[in-house]
């Protein structure tokens, strides 16, 4: 068996990796977007916003196949909340979400079946201390806090050890025993290590989850900042990179994604949906391979009369439903030898269901 947790985190991190993006494999996807002067003033963008992450109200709202290996079912219950530091480029006026706090008190449910071992079944993740996220940086682990991951029979403390503001590791103890301090690296390997024991490999899972579960929202809020460039009538059509040499079978040398605005009107405007479609999207840079569509449905957008940016993201709102949506979503790692890429079925993830996200004036 492949390494699932390597291959889940590595999934997190190249998801929001762009074509043609100059940031490396942890930029933002790029899209093809014309040059439009804003015809009124851009509101005013606060330097925190708080967010909610919740789910769509039909039971487990996001479920993840892991190559095959193994299927995970995430329930938002008590929705997930806590705060976003953005970042504006003075020359170019983008605004950008670099800082995630999540608030002690959220909690996330998942449920692991088809593993054939031990892991199969349900754990929940409390924060119990707030955990620090920085998109785009080069580990996908929290950079500070405590959480536990809890089952009928057990409770897993994991706290990432820190010198001078910097991670260092983690330790975790089980039932409030003796800690166990890794590494990260040792922390990320445990769950396909046959000597580990159960709850340290169920503990290793939790994280990639939870860590997954942000690089989805960090995806979306890249995005945020370039919806107003769409119409409904155009929708933004990006070329992704094209293999060099042969790609895998059935798959286009160059494929694109299309991010299409289903509104009313020319203008973006609350209540708005897009669909995001990937054909053949191959991202050279992480080696990634996209395809299907997701869809962001109820845009919420609150500007006060000071013109600030009060409330923005995708959620239910006046008795409306809304929300991020996948459907078969995949992303897949091509292998190439010789100038010939292939697709191991390991290597892919499949991605369906979903969450809201919101962010709100402190």
């Known amino acids: 068996m492949k390494s699932s947790v390597l291959f889940l985190l590595g999934i997190s991190a190249l998801l929001v990796t762009g074509c043609g993006s100059s940031g490396g494999d942890n930029a933002a996807i790029v899209l093809d977007t014309p040059d439009i002067s804003p015809a009124i003033e851009p ?28 299927e995970v079912a995430v329930d938002f219950g008590d929705t997930l909340r806590g705060r976003a530091a953005t970042f504006q480029d003075s020359l170019t006026d983008d605004v950008a979400f670099d800082r995630f706090t999540t608030d002690a008190g959220s909690t996330m449910d998942v449920t692991v079946s088809g593993s054939q071992n031990a892991l199969d079944g349900s754990l929940t993740i409390n924060v119990m201390s707030e955990l620090f996220f920085v998109p ?62 159960i709850w340290q490999r169920r503990a290793s899972l939790a994280v990639a ?35 060099q040499g042969t790609p895998p079978a059935n798959v286009l040398l160059q494929g694109e994604h299309v991010l299409t605005r289903l509104g009313s009107g020319e203008d973006l405007s609350p209540g708005d949906v897009f669909d995001w479609t990937f054909t053949n999207c191959w991202f050279a840079d992480s080696n990634s391979l996209i395809d299907n569509f997701m869809q962001m449905q109820n845009y919420i957008e609150d500007i006060n009369a000071n013109n600030v940016l009060t409330r923005i993201g995708f959620g239910p709102d006046n008795n409306i439903s809304g929300g991020v949506l996948y459907f078969d979503w995949t992303a897949a790692k091509p292998e190439e030898i010789d100038g010939v890429y292939t697709i191991d079925p390991d290597d892919r993830i499949e991605i369906n269901g979903g969450f809201s996200m919101v962010f709100n004036r402190p």
Request: proline share 7%; net charge negative.
């Open 43 to 70: 509101p005013i963008i606060l330097p925190t916003y708080n967010f909610e992450i919740g789910g769509l109200g039909q039971g487990p709202d996001l479920f993840v196949d892991i190559g095959g290996q193994f």
């Open 136 to 197: 785009g940086w080069d580990t996908t682990m929290p950079w500070h806090g405590t959480f536990e991951v809890v089952t009928p029979t057990e409770t897993v403390t994991v706290h990432v050890v820190t010198a001078d503001l910097w991670p260092q590791g983690i330790e975790m103890s089980l039932n409030g025993g003796a800690a166990v301090p890794f590494t990260f690296q040792e922390y990320e390997d445990l769950l396909d290590d046959p000597l580990a024991e």
């Open 209 to 243: 989850v939870y860590a997954f579960v942000f690089e989805r929202v960090f995806q979306i809020a890249d995005l945020l900042d370039e919806l107003e460039v769409t119409e409904s009538a155009t929708p933004l059509v990006t070329t992704c990179d094209e293999f």
